[in-house]
Protein backbone atom coordinates (compact mmCIF):
# COMPACT_ATOMS: atom_id res chain seq x y z
CA UNK A 1 0.00 0.00 0.00
CA UNK A 2 2.99 2.62 0.94
CA UNK A 3 3.65 1.83 -2.83
CA UNK A 4 0.70 2.62 -4.61
CA UNK A 5 0.73 5.90 -2.02
CA UNK A 6 4.22 6.72 -3.30
CA UNK A 7 3.27 6.46 -7.26
CA UNK A 8 0.19 8.72 -6.51
CA UNK A 9 2.69 11.48 -4.88
CA UNK A 10 4.83 10.91 -7.63
CA UNK A 11 2.39 11.22 -9.97
CA UNK A 12 2.15 15.08 -9.23
CA UNK A 13 4.72 17.78 -8.72
CA UNK A 14 6.53 15.94 -5.54
CA UNK A 15 9.78 14.85 -6.92
CA UNK A 16 11.60 12.09 -5.29
CA UNK A 17 14.11 13.60 -3.99
CA UNK A 18 11.74 14.89 -1.00
CA UNK A 19 10.43 11.69 -0.30
CA UNK A 20 11.83 9.01 2.01
CA UNK A 21 11.00 5.69 3.14
CA UNK A 22 11.68 3.36 5.67
CA UNK A 23 11.36 -0.24 6.68
CA UNK A 24 12.84 -3.29 9.04
CA UNK A 25 14.15 -5.26 5.66
CA UNK A 26 15.06 -4.19 1.92
CA UNK A 27 13.10 -6.56 0.74
CA UNK A 28 10.96 -4.39 -1.01
CA UNK A 29 13.75 -1.23 -1.32
CA UNK A 30 13.98 -1.82 -4.85
CA UNK A 31 10.80 -0.57 -5.80
CA UNK A 32 11.22 2.59 -4.43
CA UNK A 33 14.70 2.92 -5.31
CA UNK A 34 13.29 2.33 -9.36
CA UNK A 35 10.97 5.53 -8.09
CA UNK A 36 13.96 7.65 -7.15
CA UNK A 37 13.00 7.17 -3.71
CA UNK A 38 16.15 6.91 -1.05
CA UNK A 39 15.75 4.03 1.27
CA UNK A 40 16.66 3.80 4.84
CA UNK A 41 16.40 1.25 7.83
CA UNK A 42 15.68 4.08 10.37
CA UNK A 43 12.01 5.56 11.01
CA UNK A 44 13.83 8.61 12.88
CA UNK A 45 15.91 9.29 9.36
CA UNK A 46 11.99 9.76 7.63
CA UNK A 47 10.74 11.62 10.57
CA UNK A 48 13.31 13.50 11.12
CA UNK A 49 13.82 15.08 7.76
CA UNK A 50 9.81 14.82 6.62
CA UNK A 51 7.03 17.31 7.48
CA UNK A 52 4.59 14.62 6.61
CA UNK A 53 5.09 10.99 7.68
CA UNK A 54 2.64 8.00 6.76
CA UNK A 55 2.58 5.09 9.17
CA UNK A 56 1.83 2.26 6.59
CA UNK A 57 2.27 -0.56 8.64
CA UNK A 58 0.55 -3.67 10.27
CA UNK A 59 -1.89 -2.58 12.99
CA UNK A 60 -0.66 -4.68 16.07
CA UNK A 61 3.03 -2.83 15.61
CA UNK A 62 1.27 0.54 15.75
CA UNK A 63 2.12 1.17 19.29
CA UNK A 64 5.77 0.16 18.34
CA UNK A 65 6.54 2.26 16.11
CA UNK A 66 4.69 5.48 17.55
CA UNK A 67 6.53 4.88 20.79
CA UNK A 68 9.99 4.57 18.59
CA UNK A 69 9.24 8.34 16.93
CA UNK A 70 7.02 9.73 19.48
CA UNK A 71 10.07 11.94 20.62
CA UNK A 72 10.85 13.23 17.21
CA UNK A 73 7.33 14.23 16.10
CA UNK A 74 6.78 18.39 16.95
CA UNK A 75 3.82 20.29 15.55
CA UNK A 76 4.83 21.12 12.26
CA UNK A 77 4.66 17.18 11.60
CA UNK A 78 1.32 15.77 9.84
CA UNK A 79 1.08 11.97 10.86
CA UNK A 80 -1.26 9.76 8.60
CA UNK A 81 -1.52 6.35 9.62
CA UNK A 82 -2.90 4.01 6.90
CA UNK A 83 -3.39 0.98 9.45
CA UNK A 84 -6.73 -0.80 9.49
CA UNK A 85 -8.86 -0.73 12.37
CA UNK A 86 -6.09 2.14 14.62
CA UNK A 87 -8.47 4.79 15.76
CA UNK A 88 -7.69 8.29 15.99
CA UNK A 89 -8.06 8.17 19.62
CA UNK A 90 -5.68 5.29 19.86
CA UNK A 91 -3.30 7.35 17.44
CA UNK A 92 -3.77 10.61 19.83
CA UNK A 93 -2.80 8.65 22.69
CA UNK A 94 0.60 7.47 21.27
CA UNK A 95 1.76 10.36 20.26
CA UNK A 96 2.99 13.99 22.09
CA UNK A 97 -0.10 15.89 23.02
CA UNK A 98 -1.74 18.12 19.74
CA UNK A 99 -0.23 16.31 17.53
CA UNK A 100 -1.77 16.63 13.78
CA UNK A 101 -3.04 13.35 13.08
CA UNK A 102 -4.94 12.20 10.17
CA UNK A 103 -6.42 8.66 9.41
CA UNK A 104 -6.39 7.10 5.95
CA UNK A 105 -8.03 3.78 4.56
CA UNK A 106 -6.60 2.99 0.52
CA UNK A 107 -7.17 0.35 -0.92
CA UNK A 108 -4.96 -2.26 -3.30
CA UNK A 109 -6.37 -0.64 -6.43
CA UNK A 110 -3.94 2.58 -5.45
CA UNK A 111 -1.26 0.44 -6.95
CA UNK A 112 -2.48 1.38 -10.43
CA UNK A 113 -3.51 4.94 -9.53
CA UNK A 114 -7.32 3.79 -9.63
CA UNK A 115 -7.75 3.79 -5.79
CA UNK A 116 -10.91 4.39 -3.61
CA UNK A 117 -9.62 6.88 -0.36
CA UNK A 118 -11.67 8.05 2.41
CA UNK A 119 -9.81 9.48 5.59
CA UNK A 120 -10.43 11.27 8.76
CA UNK A 121 -9.02 14.42 10.68
CA UNK A 122 -7.69 14.48 14.13
CA UNK A 123 -9.23 16.60 16.57
CA UNK A 124 -5.06 18.67 15.83
CA UNK A 125 -5.89 18.82 12.55
CA UNK A 126 -7.08 21.26 10.05
CA UNK A 127 -8.89 21.93 7.26
CA UNK A 128 -6.20 22.57 5.21
CA UNK A 129 -4.40 19.80 6.60
CA UNK A 130 -6.56 17.86 5.05
CA UNK A 131 -6.90 19.93 1.84
CA UNK A 132 -2.89 18.92 1.41
CA UNK A 133 -3.36 15.47 2.11
CA UNK A 134 -5.83 15.26 -0.63
CA UNK A 135 -3.95 17.02 -2.97
CA UNK A 136 -1.05 14.89 -2.40
CA UNK A 137 -3.31 11.58 -3.16
CA UNK A 138 -5.33 12.89 -5.92
CA UNK A 139 -3.44 11.01 -8.30
CA UNK A 140 -4.03 7.56 -6.37
CA UNK A 141 -7.82 7.66 -7.46
CA UNK A 142 -10.67 8.60 -5.30
CA UNK A 143 -10.00 11.04 -2.65
CA UNK A 144 -12.24 11.71 0.01
CA UNK A 145 -12.73 13.07 3.62
CA UNK A 146 -15.53 12.06 5.87
CA UNK A 147 -15.87 11.13 9.92
CA UNK A 148 -14.02 8.52 11.23
CA UNK A 149 -17.10 6.11 11.77
CA UNK A 150 -16.94 5.71 7.90
CA UNK A 151 -13.15 4.48 7.88
CA UNK A 152 -14.19 0.71 9.17
CA UNK A 153 -17.33 0.76 6.87
CA UNK A 154 -15.01 1.91 4.03
CA UNK A 155 -12.25 -0.78 4.66
CA UNK A 156 -15.29 -3.83 4.27
CA UNK A 157 -16.81 -1.68 1.27
CA UNK A 158 -13.36 -1.09 -0.58
CA UNK A 159 -10.55 -2.85 1.27
CA UNK A 160 -11.91 -6.06 1.52
CA UNK A 161 -14.84 -5.39 -1.18
CA UNK A 162 -11.74 -5.34 -4.32
CA UNK A 163 -11.25 -9.15 -2.81
CA UNK A 164 -15.38 -9.61 -3.29
CA UNK A 165 -15.37 -8.42 -7.01
CA UNK A 166 -12.35 -10.92 -7.53
CA UNK A 167 -14.29 -13.89 -6.31
CA UNK A 168 -17.44 -12.77 -8.71
CA UNK A 169 -14.66 -12.25 -11.47
CA UNK A 170 -13.43 -15.83 -10.39
CA UNK A 171 -17.15 -17.28 -10.50
CA UNK A 172 -18.08 -15.53 -13.64
CA UNK A 173 -15.51 -16.67 -15.80
CA UNK A 174 -15.98 -20.54 -14.56
CA UNK A 175 -19.34 -19.70 -15.10
CA UNK A 176 -18.01 -19.42 -18.74
CA UNK A 177 -15.90 -22.35 -18.21
CA UNK A 178 -18.62 -24.72 -17.41
CA UNK A 179 -20.32 -23.71 -20.37
CA UNK A 180 -17.34 -24.59 -23.00
CA UNK A 181 -15.25 -21.22 -22.98
CA UNK A 182 -11.53 -21.65 -22.71
CA UNK A 183 -10.54 -20.73 -19.11
CA UNK A 184 -7.90 -18.44 -20.09
CA UNK A 185 -10.57 -16.46 -22.62
CA UNK A 186 -13.18 -16.54 -20.54
CA UNK A 187 -11.15 -14.82 -17.69
CA UNK A 188 -10.03 -12.31 -19.57
CA UNK A 189 -13.17 -11.38 -20.65
CA UNK A 190 -14.35 -11.61 -16.94
CA UNK A 191 -11.68 -9.24 -16.09
CA UNK A 192 -12.59 -6.65 -18.91
CA UNK A 193 -16.26 -6.78 -18.13
CA UNK A 194 -16.01 -5.58 -14.75
CA UNK A 195 -13.55 -2.96 -15.79
CA UNK A 196 -15.94 -1.86 -18.34
CA UNK A 197 -18.83 -2.28 -15.87
CA UNK A 198 -17.06 -0.06 -13.35
CA UNK A 199 -16.17 2.54 -15.74
CA UNK A 200 -19.50 2.86 -16.37
CA UNK A 201 -20.65 3.00 -13.47
CA UNK A 202 -18.63 5.93 -12.07
CA UNK A 203 -18.66 7.98 -15.06
CA UNK A 204 -22.46 7.83 -16.36
CA UNK A 205 -23.02 8.69 -12.77
CA UNK A 206 -26.00 6.45 -12.83
CA UNK A 207 -27.76 4.53 -9.94
CA UNK A 208 -26.60 0.28 -10.31
CA UNK A 209 -30.28 -0.61 -10.48
CA UNK A 210 -30.85 1.77 -13.30
CA UNK A 211 -27.61 0.52 -15.24
CA UNK A 212 -28.82 -3.04 -14.43
CA UNK A 213 -32.07 -2.39 -15.65
CA UNK A 214 -30.86 -1.11 -18.85
CA UNK A 215 -29.45 -4.64 -19.75
CA UNK A 216 -32.53 -6.29 -19.23
CA UNK A 217 -35.04 -6.85 -22.10
CA UNK A 218 -38.66 -8.80 -20.97
CA UNK A 219 -38.13 -12.16 -21.46
CA UNK A 220 -33.79 -11.83 -22.39
CA UNK A 221 -30.94 -13.75 -20.96
CA UNK A 222 -29.94 -11.21 -18.28
CA UNK A 223 -33.27 -11.03 -16.64
CA UNK A 224 -32.98 -14.98 -16.26
CA UNK A 225 -29.52 -14.62 -14.83
CA UNK A 226 -30.27 -12.00 -12.52
CA UNK A 227 -33.06 -14.33 -11.23
CA UNK A 228 -30.69 -17.35 -10.69
CA UNK A 229 -28.36 -14.63 -8.96
CA UNK A 230 -31.06 -13.54 -6.52
CA UNK A 231 -32.13 -17.38 -6.21
CA UNK A 232 -28.41 -17.40 -5.05
CA UNK A 233 -28.78 -14.79 -2.32
CA UNK A 234 -25.67 -12.94 -3.73
CA UNK A 235 -27.38 -9.46 -2.45
CA UNK A 236 -27.71 -10.89 1.02
CA UNK A 237 -24.41 -12.68 1.14
CA UNK A 238 -22.52 -9.36 -0.05
CA UNK A 239 -24.41 -7.02 2.38
CA UNK A 240 -23.45 -9.99 5.06
CA UNK A 241 -19.81 -9.57 3.36
CA UNK A 242 -19.41 -6.23 4.21
CA UNK A 243 -20.86 -6.44 7.18
CA UNK A 244 -18.52 -8.95 8.68
CA UNK A 245 -15.57 -6.96 7.39
CA UNK A 246 -16.94 -3.95 8.59
CA UNK A 247 -17.90 -5.73 12.21
CA UNK A 248 -13.48 -7.46 12.03
CA UNK A 249 -11.91 -3.84 11.27
CA UNK A 250 -13.66 -2.25 14.40
CA UNK A 251 -12.53 -5.72 16.65
CA UNK A 252 -9.23 -5.06 15.46
CA UNK A 253 -9.21 -1.09 16.32
CA UNK A 254 -10.54 -2.10 19.72
CA UNK A 255 -7.07 -4.23 19.84
CA UNK A 256 -4.68 -1.52 19.17
CA UNK A 257 -6.59 0.81 21.95
CA UNK A 258 -6.19 -1.90 24.60
CA UNK A 259 -2.20 -2.47 23.31
CA UNK A 260 -2.19 1.75 23.73
CA UNK A 261 -3.74 1.77 26.85
CA UNK A 262 -1.50 -1.06 28.37
CA UNK A 263 1.88 0.75 27.31
Known amino acids: MAYG ?56 LVPEILREISQLVTQKHIIVSVAAGVTLATLELL ?40 SLLQHCGLVEEGPEAWIDVHTGLSGSG ?18 GMPSSLAHSIAAQTIVGAGKLLRDTGKHPAQLRSDVCTPGGTTIYGLHALEQGGLRAATMSAVESATERARELGQKSAGAGNSN
Open 5 to 60: IAKGILSGDVLPVNVKVSAPSPRNFGRFEELGISVTHFNSDVVSGSDLVFVAVKPH
Open 95 to 134: LPKDSVILRLMPNLPCLLLEGALLFSRGSSAKPEDAALLS
Open 162 to 179: VAFVYLFAEALAEGAVKM
